[in-house]
């Protein structure tokens, strides 16, 4: 895949193209679903390139890689929009807060405490959804499913957070159709409205479902570097 900024933007288009045409089969319009530019690990040029084109929400794995790709560009891009999607530690609560628009991981109490600290600080209060473990998988983070309602319950009634959505990543060799519409029942039984699902070889699928932001990496930039 080529690097040059015209080659990103075509890409780009393809993507919003393709993302258009499966919320259109879904009943749903284009403007419904919100593509996550996910620029972790990605070089700079790949990352202008994208914001040249006119992308402006961004996906991080990390904290302190993201503030190393926004920290200056931030200010010449007023309108953007930098989500967390990787893990957050609890000691890292605070940078989050004050780096992130939206933090999608909160899947865990002692995370909740940090966050709530944070905000009772003075750091900004960012758009929360929680991850939900759909593939029951020892080795990634989320909340379990059976847990979900009442982790969500939680957040709201104990910790004060306004819950926006829910995210999941389905394991890696299962059909993503059946953990997409499980994400979906669990955000309906829990008064969530959006949906965090989907992927670069999946996001039409999760449109399907009723992803309102699908994340997409590879289809867009190319493989990320070692």
Known sequence: MSDSASDIASRRAAILSQAARAAQEA???ADDVTLVAVSKRQPDARIDAALKAGQR???????QEAQAHWAVRRADYPDLELRLIGSLQSNKAADAAEL???IE?????SLAKALRKAFDAGSPVPRLYVQVNTGAEDQ????AVAETQAFVDRMRHEFGFEIEGLMCIPPVG????????????LAQAAGVEK?????????ETA??????SIRVGSALFGAREA
Do not use: C, Q, Y
Request: net charge neutral; no cysteine; proline share 4%.
């Open 27 to 29: 009943g749903r319009k």
């Open 57 to 63: 929400v961004f996906g991080e794995n990390r904290v």
């Open 140 to 143: 990634k983070s989320g909340v």
């Open 207 to 212: 449109i399907r479902f009723g992803a309102t």
């Open 174 to 185: 299962e059909p993503a159709g059946p953990h997409f519409a499980l994400l979906a029942g």
């Open 195 to 203: 949906l965090s699902m989907g992927m670069s070889a999946d996001f």
């Open 100 to 102: 992130f628009d939206v």
């Open 105 to 109: 991981t909160l899947d865990r109490d």
